[in-house]
């Protein structure tokens, strides 16, 4: 077990994807921020890589919150008319620097590993360093929807599509501990007939992509199963935030209990009460 000097356990944060119901993560944060929960190391896919990419810069929840408040699709995204996508990302670019500054993801103050996937073949590839902001980009970027984002000569596309929510990523950074929060509870409404056998087929495709999605010591699900994920409205975002803050309170005790436990028993009981019942849809 790796401890810091004041011999604690390191947490780690393993934020999933979700589009426009990133603001959850908000809710999470102002929850672990205000109760004085450590983040030591923070992965990210997609919308998570967004909140993520932000938190380790600099910005607290009020600054996060006045973001996911105010962001709307035309600040971060503009059509393509491209065979590679009809819309990219490339707006992000700019608007998130404007925000943080050019930085390298090796320069941030809290550890950042942001997911990405590289189609050609078929990997998930973790970015350790770089430019933050094309980094955040490519892992926003929908695969038949928009255009790949070029990093060292290969193209990249949403981590999603590989791993959604990255845990274990979280765990080799050093993480004692880890807190996943995923935002893709979804919920099969039959009266949709096929259409909503196959929507709700994908949801849980992408839910389980990758490989540690169970392996979280405490798992964050906000109440937000059916819930759409393209809405940036004021409204929406405040209802995300909210469902992300009403997750967080209830897993506290779980998460100072694993703070608080010995050493040994750290890792031991990922049992369901590490994933309160009642705050997670689907």
Not at 258 to 265: I, R, T
Request: with cysteine; aromatic share 6%; proline share 6%.
């Amino acid at each position: 077990m790796s401890s810091n000097v004041n011999g604690r356990p390191q947490i780690g944060l393993a934020l999933s994807g979700g589009v426009a119901r990133g603001s959850a993560h908000v809710g999470v944060l102002t929850v672990l921020v205000r109760e004085g929960i450590p983040i030591d190391y923070v992965a990210g896919t997609s919308a998570g890589s967004i909140v993520g990419a932000a938190y380790c810069a600099g910005l607290d929840p009020p600054e996060l919150r006045e973001l996911s408040l105010t962001m709307g699709w035309r600040d971060v995204a503009r059509f393509a008319f491209s065979r590679k996508g009809l819309i990219t990302f490339a707006p992000m670019v700019s608007f998130f620097e404007n925000l943080v500054g050019d930085v390298d993801i090796r320069d941030l103050a809290t550890p950042l590993t942001i997911v990405v996937t590289d189609l050609e073949r078929g990997e998930r590839v973790l970015l350790k360093e770089g430019r933050l902001a094309t980094a955040v980009q490519a892992s926003s970027s929908v695969p038949g929807l928009a255009v790949p984002v070029e990093i060292n000569g290969r193209y990249y596309y949403d981590g999603g599509v590989m791993d959604n929510l990255p845990v274990d990523v979280v765990q080799q950074m050093g993480a004692d501990i880890v807190i996943g929060v995923d935002l893709m509870a979804s919920r099969y409404n039959p009266s949709l007939g096929a259409a909503g056998a196959a929507l709700t087929a994908l949801e849980l495709m992408i839910r389980y992509s990758g490989y540690s999605y169970h392996a979280a010591d405490c798992l964050i699900v906000p109440d937000i199963a059916g819930y759409n994920y393209h809405d940036l409205s004021l409204r929406k975002s405040l209802e995300y935030m909210a469902a992300g803050e009403k997750a967080a309170e209830a897993a506290l005790p779980a998460i100072k209990r694993l703070l608080h436990a010995p050493p040994s028993n750290t890792h031991i009981d990922t049992s369901p009460h590490f994933a309160p019942t009642g705050i997670g849809g689907g």
